[in-house]
């Protein structure tokens, strides 16, 4: 099966400060991706759905200033969590799916990335 | 909008036993796809089966298979011969067809394999 890799699986980081946490697609190439926050013993929320080569999609609610997303080739997206909070402390996960049509059915999920803030 | 509902929070099942998580759905598409993810501990969101919703045929993948009634629009998933490794969290998930669609998941239900 394909594989999605995410980096880093955990980070802290002091308050105020930005994160970078990036979504490598290792064996396809991916034109869209999509990036979901978890809190604990809850599903997953979708926060934006990254399309190379432009602009991020957000959903309704998320804040895409603060949530910068960035998909500048067919392997890798980025989410940056600008001026983090303490409340910004979650889960988050990416996925991607190979090509279109048919192929484009299933998404292949990276580890997740566990967000402290302190 | 879509929207998917799983009404069980929580299940048990004994080892070698069979068990069935409901979900239902909802979507004004005429074609589309279901899925059932797993979550184990570890959080890796795992591919546990699929169906394209033109196929009447019932999904099956060694113990998974599912249930899919499409005039009642549900997707009840059942696991035979449930083992220890099967205890995870289990999100039903609805996907459109377009090329970049998203999936819609369901809130999951815990699922806890005993002995």
């Known amino acids: 099966g394909a594989v999605v890799s995410q980096h880093p699986s955990w980070v802290i980081c002091k308050s105020g400060t930005s994160v970078k946490i990036e979504c490598r697609s290792l064996?396809?190439?991916?034109?869209?991706m999509f990036w979901y926050r978890q809190f604990p013993k809850q599903s997953l929320m979708l926060m934006a759905t990254s399309n190379e080569g432009s602009k991020a999609t957000y959903e309704q609610g998320v804040e895409k200033d603060k949530f910068l997303i960035n998909h500048a080739s067919l392997t890798l997206s980025t989410l940056t969590v600008t001026s983090a909070h303490p409340e910004d402390s979650s889960f988050y996960i990416c996925?991607?799916?190979?090509?279109?049509?048919?192929?484009?059915?299933?998404?292949?999920f990276g580890q997740g990335t566990r967000l402290t803030v302190v | 909008a879509q929207t998917v509902t799983q009404s069980q929070p929580e299940m048990s099942v004994q080892e070698a036993e069979t068990v069935t998580l409901s979900c239902t759905y909802d979507?004004?598409?005429?074609?589309?796809?279901l899925f059932w993810y797993k979550q184990p501990p570890s959080r890796q969101m795992i591919l546990v089966i699929r169906?394209?919703?033109?196929?009447?045929q019932n999904a099956t993948e060694n113990r998974f298979s599912v249930n899919f009634q499409k005039a009642a629009k549900s997707f009840s998933l059942k696991i035979s011969d449930s083992q220890l490794g099967d205890t995870a969290m289990y999100f039903c998930?609805?996907?459109?067809?377009?090329?970049?669609?998203?999936?819609?998941f369901g809130t999951g239900t815990r699922l806890q394999v005993t002995l």
């Open positions: 064996d396809f190439q991916a034109t869209t």
């Open positions: 169906q394209e919703a033109y196929k009447q």
């Open positions: 998930a609805l996907k459109n067809t377009g090329t970049a669609s998203k999936l819609t």
């Open positions: 996925s991607a799916s190979r090509g279109q049509g048919v192929l484009n059915t299933e998404a292949f």
């Open positions: 979507t004004s598409e005429s074609n589309y796809y």
